[in-house]
């Protein structure tokens, strides 16, 4: 039997095709739907042109991110978990580099970039003696980038230490301790003292003699604490000995051995971060409500300092 | 109100060009021992001080320059008061119908996100050209000499020279850190929040400044001057490992018992002469800041003529009195103890250590000073 051939494009009516027999109406009336269907797909392919318009896109980003009307610039800010640490707009000269330097940002930064590294190299690392300093041999030997690794986070958390110093120094430079932002201040040099303690545990984590000799350098110190140190004053009369005292808290131990492997271990991996992460979180929202960046803010005049409230 | 105030541009900086880099050539005459000076500065943990120290430098200079531009509008603006009415007080440029508000997105966004582009590529830069140091494992039986702390915490390290470890390592830090955090709460002065300045802050900025490099001199000490036994070698001095100081370690009691007033060995002369000693020290430097924070600022013109710089020191700054009388008697007295403790009995005992030679200016049955 031969198909009849329909006339004109394709879509023609089924009905008029009907009586030439079973076989051709099944074959042009699928065709008719195929090319009906590829109409759709391709007027449908259109609309994923423009991916933002998805309703995938839309329900990750909620809002549009490129139009640039006054309501979806603040709605880029405030409906997006990461970004509504910040206000919706700033203080027009705050976004220069010269006023804050971006040192507090840089340092968050590399707080993101240490954890981000520190947790891969935890994939690596056992802290026991037998192991942690095999370990960082083969970190540097044998794992993929992971010379690169263990680099980029010992050199971060360095950077991290001037950076704070820079950003402290900003702060007093700009005068931005001052009311409102007193408590501010005092949270930042918690976090300061944080940073540094980061950095000393992580020190003596490869077992290696320079982390070694450094931790005990450093914790000998401990020793002579008043009262609570076993060498210091009026500590043994409050009956601190080596085996006691505070520096043997610290250590786990009366020498630095695999205690205290562990127990920097765990404060430089999970109870310092996690408390410095705390303070962050308290240090950001604080800025927000002591009213955002404090400048550059319009001089005041010597001539306009009022008098003190009695 | 955007009135542009032309500003000749100086050539002093030639100037300063030519006089630091004699200072760096004289400095340079002196090295010794190149290797050493370099075997120092290159060792991979002390890279980033290194690097810090120009940093430190830059943004000072960063800082204080635009404190010298806001400076300079306030004084604009104290003479003018019509002006004062009308300009709208930053040194940014600003035009009447520009937004004093800009939107974060995209405004800041790029530019922290610039920020952390350049950070990330500056750290794979340096991870790829230096690599972390790892030395032997560790032997509790092979003592490092020197061992050192990583270079932040060496001034640390550096105060056990001049104070016992209770007071270097635990006292001294405390305070500190204690002083940092009361810092806000005693500096009285309103002005200069959220700009630059020195003019109107110059007391509270050099308190901070002294402090601060105070701290990072100590680090550069014990990073490139303290060598095997905790040792000074000058930069550039060869390490001499089997280099033995006859210290002649003295107490200052001991000395001034040598001038004929020999019971001072004694109990409980030795003690009470010490504390007597210790409450100088406290006196001069309450004396000395509070001198200092009474000071108007210091002209090229007073330092020229032997009278006017007398007059200077005699005579307190208007703005100044002003300041003090705001601040309340607690504040004035919780700043002195941190100020004389830090930043007044630390540089006293140190300079006492290094060049006399004497170990403890207060010698007591339970501490020592
Ligand atoms: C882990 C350490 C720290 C992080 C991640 C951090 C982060 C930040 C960030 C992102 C800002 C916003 C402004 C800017 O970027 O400069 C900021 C502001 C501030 N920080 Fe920190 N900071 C740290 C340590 C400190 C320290 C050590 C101090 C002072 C001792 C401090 C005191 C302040 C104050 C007073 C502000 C408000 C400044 C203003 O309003 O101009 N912070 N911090």
């Known amino acids: ?310 | 109100m955007s009135t542009v105030i032309e500003r000749p541009r100086s050539n002093r900086w030639l100037l300063w060009l030519v006089v630091s880099l004699a200072v760096v050539g004289a400095l340079a005459l002196m090295v010794d021992d190149w290797g050493q000076l370099w075997k120092i500065s290159s060792a991979p943990d002390n890279i980033p001080i290194v690097m810090m120290i120009p940093l430190v430098v830059f943004f000072t200079w960063l800082g204080l320059k635009q404190s010298k531009d806001n400076d300079k509008l306030v004084g604009e603006l104290e003479e003018d008061p019509a002006l004062a009415k009308s300009h709208h007080r930053k040194t940014q440029p600003w035009r009447p119908g520009w937004a004093r508000e800009l939107h974060v997105w995209p405004y800041l966004v790029r530019v922290e996100f610039l920020a952390a582009i350049i950070v990330t590529i500056i750290l794979f830069v340096w991870s790829i050209l230096l690599n972390a140091p790892l030395e032997e494992p560790a032997n509790p039986n092979l003592t490092m000499n020197p061992s050192k702390a990583p270079w932040y915490f060496l001034g640390l390290q550096e105060m056990l020279v001049y104070f016992d470890p209770w007071i270097a390592g635990v006292v001294m830090p405390s305070l500190l850190l204690v002083g940092l955090m009361v810092f806000p709460y005693v500096d009285s002065n309103p002005l200069g929040n959220g700009y630059y300045s020195w003019r109107q802050r110059r007391f509270a900025v050099s308190m901070f400044l002294w402090g601060f490099f105070m701290w990072i001199i100590l680090i550069i000490i014990g990073t490139f001057i303290r060598g095997p036994g905790w040792m000074w070698f000058w930069p550039g001095q060869t390490w001499d490992h089997n280099r033995v100081v006859f210290d002649r370690n003295r107490d200052l009691h001991e000395i001034v018992a040598g001038w004929g007033l020999p019971f001072l060995n004694l109990y409980p002369w030795k003690a009470i002469f010490g504390a007597v000693v210790v409450g100088v020290v406290f006196v001069t430097g309450g004396l000395f800041f509070h001198w200092l924070m009474l000071r108007r600022r210091l002209e090229w013109a007073d330092i020229k003529s032997p009278a006017r710089l007398k007059g200077w020191a005699k005579k307190n700054g208007e703005f100044e009195e002003k300041l003090l009388a705001r601040t309340s008697i607690l504040q004035y007295l919780t700043f002195q103890f941190f100020a004389i403790t830090v930043l007044w009995l630390f540089p006293v005992k140190l300079l006492l250590r290094l060049l006399f030679t004497i170990k403890y200016i207060w010698v007591t049955p339970w501490f020592n000073v």
């Open chain 1, 1 to 310: 039997m031969e198909p009849e051939r329909p006339e004109g494009n394709g879509s023609g009516e089924s009905g008029e095709l009907a009586p030439k027999g079973r076989g051709a109406g099944l074959v042009s009336r699928a065709r008719a739907q195929g090319l009906a269907l590829k109409e759709r797909a391709e007027a449908e392919a259109k609309t994923y042109k423009d991916p933002q318009q998805t309703q995938l896109w839309k329900s990750i980003f909620r809002v549009s991110h490129d139009r640039s009307d006054p309501r979806n610039r603040s709605l880029a800010i405030l409906s997006n978990v990461f970004l509504h640490l910040h206000p919706a707009k700033v203080n027009r000269d705050a976004t220069r580099y010269s006023f804050t330097w971006g040192m507090g940002g840089i340092t968050f930064y590399l707080f993101i970039v240490l954890t981000f590294t520190g947790i891969l190299l935890m994939f690596y690392y056992h802290p026991t003696k037998v192991q942690a300093f095999r370990d960082i041999l083969y970190l540097e030997h044998d794992v993929p980038f992971g010379k690169l690794l263990r680099n980029m986070h010992r050199w971060a958390a360095h950077l991290m230490i001037i950076t704070t110093w820079l950003h402290m120094f900003r702060v007093v430079l700009t005068g931005s301790y001052k009311r409102p932002r007193e408590f501010n201040w005092c949270v930042g040099v918690v976090l300061l003292v944080l940073t540094l303690l980061l950095s000393f545990t992580g020190y003596l984590l490869p077992d290696d003699q320079l982390g070694f000799w450094a931790v005990t350098v450093g914790t000998n110190m401990a020793r002579s604490t008043p009262m609570l140190g076993s060498e210091g004053p009026f500590g043994p009369q409050m009956g601190m000995t080596p085996f006691n005292d505070v520096r043997f808290g610290l250590l786990g131990g009366s020498i630095v051995d695999s205690n205290a492997l562990l127990r920097s271990y765990i404060w430089h991996c999970i109870g310092i971060p996690v408390v410095a992460s705390l303070f962050m979180a308290v240090h950001f929202w604080r800025i927000r409500k002591d009213g955002g960046i404090s400048g550059p803010a319009p001089v005041m005049l010597e001539s306009e300092m009022k008098a003190v409230k009695k």
